[in-house]
DNA sequence: CGTCTATTTGAATGTACTCAAAAGCGGTGG
DNA sequence: CCACCGCTTTTGAGTACATTCAAATAGACG
């Protein structure tokens, strides 16, 4: 039932950038769809148009990208609880998405479709401001993920890894680390092997 | 004189992603800041509070990390006419900057300060809206670029860059191409001289 | 013209990858 | 409850990509 739904996660993801009153959130709460997904089940597929950006309520999934050519995925982000996810592109332009979104534990998701988000704009513009705080937010992370890629070494972005992302390591197969890190499992295994030894 | 400056590529800028009257491109405009930069001046050095949003009208510059640990700089973007320029988490913050804005040519610049900003934010809340529609911009392109650093090879990181940044690389010297695709110059030369015999 | 910086070249080295095989682990069915 | 299967992780040998360091050459600028 609709009314066992918890949404203070999402209402505190929203007041945590601007403040709304009790009417606002129920409008927005009543824009949102609950889902679950099981692990391995897809959020979104390549190829298809992306229709939400979607809230984490419980859960972890991977946003990656599947390099045919060389038959390898590179893992973007993990996503959690609390974050919102979505192949920004596609959502935006209706265009096919070049991502997959996988869940990598059975999730609990709050979804907002299209139409949906852009009356929630129309009706209280404010949520234009929380959008770009998310966007900015996501911008200031991205940017520390390159310069990471730019100057670390495997080791370095593994132990960078750890301390950034305190307890996911256990949510995620190794290999897994290693697609989002950007080198090999077989590398990672001997990294982890040396880190070991010391 | 204010009266001469031209305002024609910022405003295009807006109206790429809003609809926005007369009257209110008047007060954007107002609150604008000219500004000129030579060569190898900073807009913003790492450490200080980087106080302004930055329009290109004119030049080129680089966004750059330097690490001090290994001696090395690393290019986040560049950026030319038509685009925006900050340390976006400075900027929102009023932290120490981190990264590095140096003029690569001599610029033409113009300015909006964070009460300006907030102030345009209050008056027309639509430009909210702008603003995040450029973050949902540079949030794809980043993550364009993370998908390349972690799936391709020097030599297709440099074929890339050429084609999606076409004549940048004869406004930028070669070794700051390398700082930005994350190899050293001398392998970047070799790569070429590969290139070159093909 | 001279100085400073950028680029090229080469040899030696290191980091990370490929491929192959073995070992470990988790879930499923008998 | 154990045996088996599939998938993950480990291990090792050989290789490729990219770096370091040093020196030579080329270009840019006052």
Redesign the interface.
Known sequence: MKSEIDHSLVLKNVRNYINITDEEADFFVSLLTYRRLKKKQFLLQAYDVCKYETFIVKGCLKEY?T?YE?D?D?I?RFVTEGTWTSD??SF?KETPSSLNIEAMEDCELLQLDYSSLELL?QTY??F??W??LI??K???E??S???K???LSGKEKYLDFLSEYPGLSNRIPQHQIAAYL?ITPEFLSKIRQQLARE
């Open positions: 990208f390099d060389n390898k590179h973007i920004v592109e935006a704009f513009p404010k234009e401001r959008c770009r966007f900015e996501n911008y200031i991205f940017q993920r390159i310069i890629n730019l100057s950007g």
